[in-house]
Structure formats: structure tokens, C-alpha cells
């Protein structure tokens, strides 16, 4: 009976499979933009709540926080997010997410009395077509939304 149960185990375990990761996170590194200014604010304009959307006012809270610097003697930054838009295409063996993102920077400096205003916008998408896991989606999403803010990175230290 020992015998039975052992080779039951045996061929539980080894016909077990694991799938591979496809989608690995991106932990790329983004530059730091600096602003003339001693405070700075975040605010989201109206978006459509959803999870990805959510995952995305999370990704760009760490953006702000992590990328967006001050080293000015006076004014304020007011970074407002004014459009975060995702959407998710989803069939048995195909996966696509597009986010679009468009903030709006405005610089005030009362001393000096001069206001600035910037507006940036990104669009990127992904896609993967065949077998993968819910964690590659996940990857995927989130992976999208990076590149994203990274476009609208680029794009805001060519303006300043």
C-alpha cells in the first residue's frame, strides 16, 4: 500500500508544471525633473475609477514622489494629473492595455510675479498573444502605465 501511495506522489509531483514568467516587471530607472519652487501639490482631476486606473493614480503618486523635485527659494508647483485613461482589449490568447496620460504643470512664483504653464500627454500600449499567466497581464499593465509616465519624463525635461 506504501508503494501505491509513494508512486501516486511521485507522479502527482512530477506532472506538475510551472509556467514561466514572460512579462518581468520593469524597474527601469527614470530621471528626476527639478522646478523652481519650495512646495509642491498633486491633484487628480475627474477620471474613471477602475483597477488599472487605480494601479495608475498609485504608479504616478510614486512618480511624484520620487521624480518631481523642488529646490527653489520661493513659488509653488501644482502638478495636475487631467487625464488617466486605460483601457483593456482581453480574448482567450491576446492581451492589449493603452493608457493615455496628460498632466498639466503649473509654476507660480508671487516674487518674481510669473506663472507657467506646461501641459504634457503620453499614450503607450502593449500587447502579448498567447498562453500567459494573470501575472504576465499584471506585469503588462503596470509596465505600460511606466513607459508612460517615462514618455511624459522625456518629453517635460525637453520643455524646461
Known sequence: ??????????????????????????????????????????????????????????????????????????????????????????KDDYFRVTANISIQFNLENNTLSSKKSLNVSASEFSEISGKFSILDQENLSANTLKATLKKITIELNNLI
Do not use: H
Request: proline residues 1%.
Open 1 to 90: 500500500m506504501a508503494r501505491y501511495i509513494i508512486i501516486a506522489l511521485i507522479f502527482f509531483v512530477t506532472s506538475c508544471k510551472t509556467t514561466e514568467q514572460l512579462i518581468k516587471p520593469n524597474n527601469e530607472k527614470i530621471d528626476i525633473i527639478s522646478f523652481d519652487a519650495v512646495t509642491k501639490s498633486l491633484e487628480f482631476k475627474d477620471y474613471e475609477q477602475n483597477q488599472l486606473n487605480s494601479i495608475g493614480k498609485q504608479l504616478i503618486y510614486e512618480w511624484y514622489n520620487q521624480q518631481i523635485k523642488t529646490n527653489g527659494f520661493d513659488g509653488s508647483l501644482k502638478v495636475i494629473v487631467t487625464n488617466l485613461d486605460t483601457d483593456v482589449e482581453k
